[in-house]
């Protein structure tokens, strides 16, 4: 077996398709060298070792031993040194290098085959040997913390002590002498903690290193990552050994990394930075302030060291050309490592480089319009979740930032108020018509309310996924959490920051893209839905097969959903109309009535609200089909719940409030989300559907006459169970139809269907869909009512499961494809047998959720519905999920 791919000198055993074999990381640097660009000659050591390691008691195959001895010597002969030999010496880095790169393994050990003897050749042949001694102490540092387990710290300290004594101030200063005294102390403290001397042989070393990458396969923190990221652990990794080349010897080498494209604009420039004289640890450690590559940015930086163009112009054309050509090939913005070593360019990495969603976009654009990709691959590269960024408001970049603090970016957009410290004075502040950013230690769900009233959301304690994180996200608004740098006083309601104090009241803007905090209000952006956005949405919406539609009940959201480009109204939930001003006075009088005709004494009072409510709808939504649910909740919701309250509502109705205690008391129920509610209303009160239907009917001849296009209304009936409680609301419906018919002589044209939001109405869908017309799969209830949990409270407990492993995401956020989504496709095919014709919606939140619309793709559902800010989010996946 081939254990061991080979690559350097213009040619490479692998290549880039060879991914799952070598990591990303070892393919890459094969497909370099098969493109003839300057890679340092190595070795990949393959990831089915890893599994072999893992399979056999952290043992190697017995060819391995071999197969990297006859590697180590073909590096040798090009580059003329010898791994171990004391005059000509090579020098490795050994690094790990999974299929997908992955924070939580071992990264890298440099300068590895450095010994007592081996340095002084090294400093001889570079005719610098306090370069040398820095590299050796340097390697035995990186060598005893990721090989050997000894805490990079107590070196530092060691050096600190060396600079105290010496009153030095920075690394630079001390001398090779020194470092030979420092490099006899590391060795002292690593024999003291491990009870063995710092291995002198280089192969010794190696295989050190070798096992210390598999080993951190295993890691703690690797698989924690492999558990969020959905990494199979037996993928393993693969082992990068690659020749040495250094970037710190002298002032005509340089390391540095670079983005073919900017990675936050996405514009068309070479982005980078990079550091003379240093190794990449340098770069990354951020101790010294890296230099523009190009002098365009160095100029608009405003910067006035010298940018790679200017310093090194030759390797800086050469870089570029390396650039072109490697975007070209991979026909993507690529992510690249290089060094310089005494004026010689070497390439060490190359991969897909991460960008913000905006970046994505204008890049996957420009590349189709670059005729680098086509329309539909342009559309394959933007993850659809991402839009999300794009969507809120973002700081005018051109606006002066007064930062004050930052933490992290936690929920895109950007938003401005006065401070509040707590949810109930958010939620005053919102009501007396005032923008208020909520500021809390960390948030918790009683604070539910306040995040709703405000702008944003700000926190100095918790992570990505705190609270704050997740319950902003999924609102929608802006939030910046964690920001350690701010100081909270409840007691005082003060907020410190910056050596500067703020008071409840003071307006401060934060910034959910960059995690900033900034003093006062900062310009804003509106999000523009034109440009690269909307030449994506379009090449989108021509593969798109499945229509996608919104939930909405307001003028509001309708109106957004159709700037967002939503194709109707998959589902207009009526109860919210119910709550408002008013209404919910005549929806009382309704509930407490205790004969049919005080009902429909009370519902006549709503019939005018509601009609006026889909006359709204319909003219928004212009010719485009709207589906109107009937009542849905139980009617104990409508009710007041304190006593306070009782008593306030009570005196207002004239009513006595123990009669509204006693009705209150009566309609309450163990389980509401199982109980009277949905058709089962219907069946009780069919005056409810029918004031609902005559409202709809009605607005349907009223709109149609405004707008001159002709209104079909989709009429469906909530949790059907048995195909009998359909036929009754149906019977109700085309009654009051032909009634309206013949009051207005016009002719009208509707449609009747279900949701399928219950098992029995997934099994019964051959018997449902010979009365229905249409399903819309409420995948809400039927995640509910499937896995038998409750939507409302489950969450107190499917945090553990996740975290157990049991499920992998959140049932009601991602559809179970399993289970869910079994009964959808039984409900799908079963309705089809007995009408082929049949319409096939979803409406529940799964709609908006990139794998549940491959999902629905996957079904041939006719479209998805979803909340308005996800519809752009949606017409992507729907994309996606076609192609
Ligand atoms: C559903 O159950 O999926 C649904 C859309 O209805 P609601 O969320 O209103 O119960
Ligand atoms: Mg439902």
Not at 174 to 183: D, F, K, P
Not at 603 to 614: E, G, T
Request: proline share 5%; net charge negative.
């Amino acid at each position: 077996t081939k254990w061991v791919y080979t690559f350097g000198n213009g040619s490479a055993d692998g290549a880039a398709n060879l991914k799952n074999l070598l990591g990303g990381k070892g393919a890459n640097l094969a497909e370099m060298s098969n493109l003839g660009l300057p890679v340092p000659p190595g070795f990949t050591i393959t990831t089915e070792v890893c599994t072999w390691y893992y399979e056999h008691e952290h043992s190697y195959p017995e060819e391995l031993a071999a197969q990297v001895k006859a590697a180590l010597a073909d590096i040798g002969s090009v580059t003329g040194r010898i791994f171990g030999d004391a005059s000509h010496p090579l020098l490795l880095s050994v690094r790990s290098g999974a299929r997908v790169s992955m924070p939580g393994m071992m990264d890298t050990v440099l300068n590895l085959g450095l010994n007592d003897e081996t340095v002084r050749a090294i400093g001889e042949s570079a005719g610098d040997m306090r370069f040398a001694y820095d590299s050796y102490r340097r390697f035995i540092q990186m060598y005893s913390d990721v090989v050997l387990g000894v805490d990079h710290s107590e070196f530092e300290e060691l050096i600190e002590d060396h600079k105290d004594q010496n009153e030095l101030a920075l690394d630079t200063e001390i001398t090779a002498e020194s470092w030979v005294g420092l490099i006899e102390k590391f060795k002292e403290l690593v024999e003291r903690e491990l009870g063995k001397p710092f291995p002198q042989d280089p192969q010794e070393q190696l295989w050190g290193a070798i096992g210390a990458v598999f080993g951190s396969w295993m890691t703690a923190r690797a698989q924690t990552y492999r558990r969020l990221h959905d990494i199979p652990a037996t993928w393993g990794t693969a082992v990068n050994v690659q020749a040495m080349v250094f970037g710190n010897m002298g002032e005509t080498s340089a390391t540095g990394v670079a983005f073919t494209r900017n990675p936050s604009t996405g514009e068309k420039t070479l982005y980078g930075e990079f550091l003379v004289n240093a190794q990449g640890e340098d770069v990354v450690a951020g101790i010294r302030t890296p230099q523009d590559i190009t002098e365009k940015a160095r100029i608009e930086a405003g910067s006035t060291r010298p940018s790679l163009e200017n310093l090194m112009p030759e390797c800086f054309t050469e870089f570029q050309a390396i650039c072109d050509k490697l975007e070209s090939h991979y026909r993507d913005m690529q992510d690249l490592e290089f060094t310089i070593e005494q004026g010689k360019l070497w390439m060490l990495q190359t991969r897909s480089g991460k960008r913000t969603a905006k970046a994505a976009l204008k890049i996957a654009v420009d590349m189709a319009a670059e005729g680098l990709l086509t329309e539909e691959e342009a559309v394959m590269r933007v993850e659809p979740a991402a839009l999300d960024q794009l969507l809120h408001p973002t700081i005018d970049p051109k606006a002066q930032r007064d930062v004050i603090a930052t933490g992290l970016p936690a929920s895109p957009g950007a938003a401005c108020g006065a401070i509040v410290f707590n949810s109930d004075d958010a939620e005053e502040a919102k009501a007396a018509g005032q923008k208020v950013i909520l500021v809390r230690i960390e948030t918790s769900p009683e604070d539910i309310h306040g995040m709703h009233a405000a702008e944003g959301i700000l926190t100095s304690r918790g992570g990505m996924t705190s609270h704050a994180a997740v319950v902003a996200r999924g609102m929608g608004k802006p939030c910046v959490s964690g920001a350690g740098m701010v100081r909270i006083d409840y007691r005082n309601a003060t907020l410190m920051a910056g050596g500067r104090t703020f008071k409840k009241g003071d307006v401060v803007t934060i910034d959910g893209a960059s995690g900033q905090v900034l003093a006062g209000e900062v310009a804003m952006l509106q999000p523009a839905l034109s440009g690269d956005f909307g030449t994506l949405m379009g090449w989108a919406d021509k593969v798109r097969r499945m229509k996608v539609r919104t939930n909405a009940e307001t003028p509001n959201d309708a109106k957004a959903a159709r700037d967002f480009g939503a194709e109707g109204i998959g589902l207009c939930r009526t109860e919210h109309m119910f709550f408002d001003g008013e209404r919910i006075v005549s929806v009382r009088e309704m509930i407490l009535a205790d004969t049919e005709a005080g009902r429909r004494a009370a519902l006549a009072k709503l019939l005018p609200m509601q009609r006026q409510d889909f006359t709204d709808l319909f003219e928004i939504m212009k010719g485009l089909p709207v589906t109107i649910r009937l009542l849905d909740p139980p009617l104990h919701e409508f009710l007041p719940h304190s006593d306070e309250e009782v008593a306030e509502v009570a005196a207002a109705m004239g009513v006595p409030a123990e009669k509204l205690r006693e009705r209150s008391m009566t309609l309450s129920e163990f389980n509401p989300m199982l109980g009277h509610r949905g058709c089962r209303l219907l069946v009780s009160y069919p005056e409810i559907a029918e004031m609902q239907a005559r409202a709809i009917f009605e607005a349907a001849v009223e709109a149609g006459k405004r707008t001159g296009a002709p209104v079909v209304p989709e009429i469906m009936v909530p949790l059907v169970g048995l195909k009998g409680e359909l036929d009754l609301v149906r019977g109700v419906i085309e009654r009051t139809a032909e009634a309206v018919k013949s009051e207005t002589g016009a002719d009208l044209t509707y449609q009747i269907g279900t949701m399928v939001e219950l098992p029995r109405a997934a099994l019964q869908a051959a018997e449902i869909a010979k009365s229905a017309e249409f399903f819309s799969f409420g995948t809400n209830d039927l995640t509910q009512t499937t896995f038998g949990i409750s939507r409302d409270d489950a969450s107190s407990f499917l945090g553990t499961y996740q975290a157990k492993g049991l499920i992998e995401q959140d049932p009601f956020v991602s559809l179970d494809q399993d289970g869910v989504g079994e009964l959808v496709k039984i409900g799908a095919e079963r309705g089809r047998s007995t009408r082929p014709d049949i319409k096939l919606g979803i409406c529940g939140e799964h709609g908006g959720d990139p794998a549940s619309i491959h999902f629905c793709e996957t079904v041939g559902l006719n479209y998805v519905s979803c909340s308005p800010f996800r519809v752009p989010i949606a017409r992507l996946a729907a994309a996606q999920a076609a192609l």
